[in-house]
């Protein structure tokens, strides 16, 4: 009897759950069917906005811009070329002031110049005295040498009488020997005047070597007296004093460095890629080397205030070029200043600057924003049909945030003017946004 009950209750529990999960399945259908189907999209907005450019050729001045910082074209520093003590120099001769050309900066001892001088003068006096008494004597020596030469020529035909007249037994042996013994000692003094002549000429020569020693030293010690004075070169701004007054100094202690604030230059280091494009530079003629770009306008501007520091310059020449960085240095020169300001501030020394050239003139050539710029060398543009099309271009340079274009597309072409979303690509129909 309690089996009974106990399938009649599995069996009870069978149905109902079977009922409760019909009953479910139904709820799910109905809900199903009362809810609305949404509204297929429109394809436009599914379509991906992109920012595009219209392509309008144009004729474009290259730029180019460096830096670099102001120096002088001519800084000197002045060296003593003579020692002694520093007797004079003005208490305010400090760095910073500025001198005229010709101005004396300090004077070094003088005197033992000055007493060479002397010495030297009263030498030359004295030697000038000798040398005159030695042409006298040579004149007086070479004069009696032609007394002596005619005495000895008849002397000479005296003996040679002798002789034959004593052969001939006409006289004896003693007057051949008298002949023969004043002969002798005529030719003696002939030989003997000769060498004093020679003497007194090698005598006269050193005299005048002599002269000429002492006038070099007297020379010598008049330049000393001039350069123991110190005279700035040029007018310009002294940079450096590095003696006092009372100090000793040397040939060769440096004294002053002056630099020339009017005669000033900046060497820009410029990409050699971008300065060679941008500014036609070429090979000079004959010298292997660059030669200077003509017609190329430049502007220099103070980095820390362009408006007040503005100048013109031109280009002077091209110094270096940098194998590790492949960068060319090219040397500038201002010339006249374009400041807009009212209180314009003077370009001097050890500025830093920036240096804008404008170089050649492109026809129908593209301005493209940087990042228009998808691979290497290729862009995309926006058809008609509003799809995506990859063009290659020929990149002629860069300036600034800009490309330069000359080749690869075309007037109306809408380029896209930034880095194609994820999951674009060549064919892709986009929504163009046009930028203005």
């Known amino acids: 009897m309690k089996f009974e009950i106990k399938e009649f209750s599995v069996q009870k529990r069978l149905l109902i759950c079977s009922v409760i999960l019909i009953f479910g399945i139904l709820c799910m259908s109905g809900l199903r069917m009362l809810r609305k189907k949404p509204a297929d999209k429109a394809e436009e907005e599914l379509l991906r906005t992109v920012f595009v450019q219209e392509v309008v050729p144009e004729t474009v001045n290259l730029k180019i811009s460096g830096y670099g910082t102001v120096k002088p074209r001519n800084q000197v520093t002045i060296s003593s070329e003579i020692k002694g003590k520093i007797v004079q120099i003005d208490p305010d001769l400090k760095a910073g002031r500025t001198v005229e050309k010709d101005e004396i900066l300090a004077k070094i001892d003088d005197s033992d110049y000055k007493i060479n001088l002397e010495t030297t003068a009263a030498e030359i006096e004295r030697l000038e005295g000798e040398k005159k008494i030695s042409v006298q004597t040579l004149e007086d020596l070479k004069s009696q040498l032609k007394n002596v030469e005619n005495i000895l020529t008849l002397e000479k035909k005296e003996y040679e009488r002798s002789k034959l007249l004593h052969k001939k037994n006409v006289t004896n042996e003693s007057d051949l020997n008298r002949a023969a013994q004043t002969y002798a000692s005529r030719e003696k003094e002939f030989i003997d005047m000769r060498s004093r ?40 701004r002294l940079k450096e004093v590095l003696i006092e007054k009372d100090e000793y100094v040397g040939a060769g202690t440096k004294l002053f460095t002056i630099v020339n604030d009017k005669d000033l230059e900046i060497t820009v280091p410029l990409d050699s890629f971008d300065a060679v494009k941008a500014l036609g530079i070429k ?32 280009v002077v020449r091209l110094e270096a070029f940098n194998p590790e960085t492949r960068t060319l240095d090219i040397v500038v020169k201002p010339e006249k200043n374009i400041s807009a300001s009212k209180h314009d501030f003077p370009l001097v020394d050890g500025m830093f600057c920036k240096v804008t050239f404008t170089g050649i003139r492109l026809e129908n050539a593209i ?3 940087w990042v228009s710029l998808q691979h290497e060398k290729d862009v995309f543009v926006v058809g008609k049909d509003n799809r995506l099309m990859e063009k290659e271009i020929k990149v002629f340079m860069a300036e600034g945030e800009s490309l330069i274009i000359t080749s690869g597309l075309e007037k109306g072409d809408r380029i896209v003017t930034q880095r194609l979303p994820s999951g674009l690509v060549n064919g892709s129909k986009v929504n163009p946004f046009l930028k203005k």
Do not use: D, Y
């Open 367 to 369: 301005r493209v924003p």
């Open 283 to 314: 090979n000079g003629s004959g010298n292997n080397w660059f030669s200077v770009p003509e017609n190329i306008g430049l502007v220099i501007e103070w980095a820390e205030n362009p408006e007040s520091c503005c100048w013109e310059g031109r």
């Open 197 to 236: 002549i020679a003497t007194e000429g090698v005598r006269q020569k050193t005299i005048s070597a002599q002269i000429r020693k002492a006038t070099e030293e007297q020379k010598m010690a008049e330049l000393n007296m001039k350069r123991s004075t110190i005279k700035s070169p040029f007018s310009g």
